[in-house]
């Protein structure tokens, strides 16, 4: 049976941890000087998939 392929662009966004996914937040790529600077802040450190996008993605990754 052949092998599954790497989705490259998932692969880009999303990184594995040692339970779960890590990945970035929304609304934090451009226009951040017109955004309040909390929200930048909130927006450095990521969020985690959830269990169900987590076991959608298994595969994938």
């Known amino acids: 049976m052949p092998k599954i392929k790497t989705h490259k662009g998932t692969a880009k966004v999303v990184n594995k941890r040692k339970n779960d996914y890590k990945i970035g937040r929304p ?7 017109s955004k309040p600077t909390s ?9 985690n998939l959830s269990k169900a996008d987590q076991n959608r993605l298994k595969n994938i990754i």
């Open 27 to 33: 609304g934090s790529r451009h226009n951040t000087g």
């Open 39 to 47: 929200v930048n802040r909130k927006n450095r450190k990521g969020s």
